[in-house]
């Protein structure tokens, strides 16, 4: 026997009594159905009760789950399995969160920023489900449908829906929650054949045990009494199909008022009308549709959210998940380009789109060209002026214009040697307490040593550290908030490395490219964002990650 559980957001009460069970179809819905109505398309979910149920798959369903319900629902079906069971397939959607533990299905209802412990306490876990695809190896299909969310999410929390530790012979397919409904709705059709195919031409990504073909959910078919009916009621009947054809091809607001007019009890009558509140819910209907019918794959939703962020518009990250940042972003772009301001793409708008980034991008990258080209001729006048006297003053007053310039290497090692020989000829006492306040390295530690050494060897190293507090105590602060943000992006040392050799094919100078980030790549980082008018920090955020793209694009 097979037993299929599905788990997908709907509001709909299956059932088939008296039929021939040839599986079981468990659905857990926990996402507003009218949402997902909007994003299936044509996958609505009466057309996929009565595809599974023509095969003879007995339907239960469970909506609006809390914490409780979901566990239920899954422990009964759980417990129904046996060593007749065929296969098995498992569909979640919904609102999905990872923390360090595992990743979660959040029960209906939750806040938008549920903490930690409610995550944990409450969240379904994906470890369940693993626990119990891992009996069926090779026979397990589990589908994941992320409807999207643009909350700010407690440390520990992240929206990203990780996979890992998928047990061997479990096959995982993940994706938007509309991709995974039109999936669902293909798959309630297919009898046995391959379904890997059928997945990717839903733009959902396969994970996990991706075998050449995978042949699943067969299914049984029903024999039925044949009712014929009365001639009236076969006419009736076939006006009743042929109308709510046209009005599904049209699949506008008139087109359903038209059915219902005509048909106000009709077969269809029901569904007309779920479709009439979707579409009056939806301004931009059509437009959404448009969107959905382009299948867009996570990739392809970074690349447009990389775009909108060099053209200007903030989409609050580029996770290729289109929140209400993104949306925002998007309707910014349209209104500047006088279109329909719908928030949704259709597939000109995002050929536009790129084009528009890719201009904007080498701009960007001229502009920087010609920036840095002053800087430097900016750099090379003033050390003429001044480090190239080969004084003390003339190397402090240059890194002081120029901290990150083409010589400051060379006027900070020339400081450092006058240091180290002010150091050697002055006495223990002076010395110890300059080493004092160079381990320190505050403002105050320098103005104890002022205090306590008027007169010491290294009295203008003290007050040259204590000018660079006052003047750079805005950039300390901002340097630890871009120390934050990067260590936020979770760069591994392949992407540390192309950032590096890009830095050094620029002429920068980031030092090895090895993937650490040291001094000499810190100062290069700064050179890159000040070239840029991005913020100068030394470290890499959002903004320059996108640049640092774009200009890898160009070469």
């Known amino acids: 026997m097979k037993r299929l559980a599905f788990s997908i957001s709907a509001a709909l009460a299956l059932a088939a009594p008296g039929s021939a069970a040839a599986g079981d179809l468990l659905i857990i819905g926990n996402s507003d159905p009218g949402l997902l109505q909007r994003l299936a398309g044509a996958a609505d979910m009466a057309g996929i009760r009565a595809s599974f149920e023509d095969r003879g798959t007995e339907v239960s369903l469970t909506t609006a789950a809390d914490a409780d319900a979901m566990r239920t629902a899954f422990k009964d079906f759980a417990d129904r399995l046996d060593a007749a069971t065929d296969e098995i397939g498992i569909l979640l959607t919904g609102r999905f969160v990872s923390t360090i533990a595992g990743s979660y299905l959040l029960p209906a209802g939750m806040e938008d920023t549920p903490s930690l412990a409610q995550v944990v306490t409450e969240g379904f876990p994906l470890d369940a489900v693993y626990a119990v695809a891992a009996q069926y190896p090779g026979r397990a299909l589990l589908v994941l449908g992320e409807v999207e969310t643009d ?119 029901g569904e007309a009308r779920q479709r009439l509140t979707t579409i009056r819910s939806e301004p931009f209907y059509r437009e959404k549709q448009a969107e959905a019918e382009l299948a867009l794959s996570r990739d392809a939703r970074r690349e447009i959210q990389r775009d909108l962020s060099l053209l200007g518009y903030n989409t609050r990250g580029i996770d290729g998940i289109f929140g209400r940042g993104t949306r925002g972003a998007v309707t910014a772009w349209q209104n500047a380009n006088s279109l329909t301001a719908s928030g949704y793409l259709n597939a000109d708008q995002i050929a536009r ?106 009295v203008e190293e003290a007050r040259a550290r204590i000018d660079y507090f006052n003047r750079n105590s805005e950039q300390i602060a901002v340097q630890r908030q871009a120390q934050a943000e990067e260590a936020a992006l979770s760069l591994n040392a392949t992407a540390r490395r192309l950032a590096e050799a890009r830095l050094a094919e620029l002429g920068l100078r980031p030092g090895a490219v090895d993937g650490t980030f040291d001094e000499d790549t810190r100062r290069a980082i700064r050179r890159y964002q000040d070239a840029r008018k991005l913020r100068v920090s030394g470290y890499l955020d959002q903004a320059t990650v996108v640049r640092l793209m774009a200009d890898t694009i160009l070469r």
Request: glycine share 8%.
């Open 151 to 269: 909350a700010t999410l407690p440390e520990g929390v992240a929206v990203t829906l990780q996979l890992r530790d998928i047990p061997q012979g479990v096959t995982v397919a993940i994706g938007p929650a509309g991709d995974a409904a039109r999936f669902v709705d293909r798959l309630s059709a297919a009898t046995g054949e391959d379904v890997l195919p059928l997945a990717r031409a839903e733009g959902l990504s396969l994970q996990g045990f991706v075998p050449p073909e995978l042949p699943m959910f067969a299914g049984e078919d029903v024999s039925l009494p044949q009712i014929t009916p009365e001639p009236d009621t076969q006419a009736r009947e076939a006006a009743d199909a042929a109308a709510w054809q046209e009005a599904v091809s049209s699949d506008t607001e008139a087109g359903y008022d038209t059915y219902l007019a005509a048909f106000p009890e009709g077969r269809h009558a």
């Open 353 to 458: 789109l790129d084009a528009q980034a890719e201009r904007r991008a080498a701009e960007l990258e001229e502009e920087a060209r010609q920036r840095q080209a002053e800087l430097e001729r900016q750099d090379r006048t003033f050390w003429s002026e001044t480090g190239a006297q080969g004084d003390e003053a003339g190397y402090r007053a240059y890194l002081k214009r120029f901290p990150d310039g083409l010589y400051s290497e060379v006027a900070q090692q020339r400081l450092d040697d006058i240091e180290a020989q002010r150091r050697a000829q002055a006495e223990d006492e002076d010395r110890r307490r300059w080493q004092a306040a160079r381990e320190q390295d505050t403002e105050a530690g320098y103005r104890a040593y002022l205090a306590e050494r008027p007169n010491g060897a290294f």
